[in-house]
């Protein structure tokens, strides 16, 4: 309804037609249902309550396992995710871009599934702070809020001004939402895909070592 409103007064803004935003903003509904919603966040209970203890003792690996879970987390939330934007289509009829390359397609793909696995590197690693405190709400809620902020929810982050725009490149956020979604819309280069996979590895390497440090120092009392 904003960007309805928006376009009554003109036909292109900031670079983008009525038809391009509205892919976009529905685009970013998809996305979103997959890169950031997570059950990471049980990870941080099972740590206080020391139920974490139970995946230490068996011969699997604690990573593997968990990105097993969000993937069969995501065969429920991307099929209403789908259920969600049919609706739209059909009370709204909004104009569509759909892009006819298989190319935008497969980065499209690509760029979302790394979008995915920083979120959740990011996200573990947020909940591996009950190694040392139970005050894990917190850190939570600010991440949450810092990414519907910049990670391009509200609005593609390409109108900002570019100095803007380019350090938020720098940060791990516009790669959860607005990286894929302009890649397959063919409103941005494919070489954001460097960026996705340079903060996939540093995600990966920070989960990884912030739960090293956290079982060496972890212990808990039962009976």
């Known amino acids: 309804m904003l960007w309805n409103s928006v376009f009554a007064q003109t036909d292109t803004i900031f670079g983008y037609s009525k038809q391009y935003m ?30 974490v203890v139970n995946y230490l003792i068996k011969p699997i690996s604690f990573f593997k396992y968990l990105l097993a ?11 209403l995710a789908v259920i969600e934007i049919g609706f739209l289509l059909i009370f709204f009829h909004p104009p569509l871009y759909i892009p006819t390359s298989i190319t935008s397609y497969f980065l499209f ?10 979120s959740f590197f990011i996200s573990l690693a947020l909940s591996f702070i009950a190694f040392w405190t139970t005050e894990v709400w917190a850190p939570r809620f600010i991440f949450t809020v810092v990414v519907s902020f910049v990670a391009g929810s509200l609005f593609p982050l390409d109108i900002l001004p570019k100095p803007l725009y380019a350090a938020l490149l720098i940060t791990p956020f516009p ?3 607005y ?22 590895i540093i995600s990966f390497m920070l989960a990884r070592f912030i739960w090293q440090k956290g079982i060496k120092e972890f212990s808990f009392y039962g009976i």
């Open 22 to 51: 509205m892919s976009y903003i529905l685009g970013v509904t998809v996305v979103s249902a997959i890169t950031t919603t997570m059950r990471t966040t049980d990870v941080a209970g099972d740590v206080l309550k020391g139920t």
């Open 69 to 79: 879970r969000e993937a069969a987390d995501k065969l429920i939330h991307v099929p």
């Open 109 to 118: 793909f690509l760029s979302i599934v790394m979008g995915w696995c920083i």
């Open 175 to 177: 790669y959860f939402f």
């Open 179 to 200: 990286a894929p979604t302009a890649i397959a819309l063919g409103k941005a280069p494919w070489t954001l895909l460097m960026g996705s996979g340079i903060w996939l």
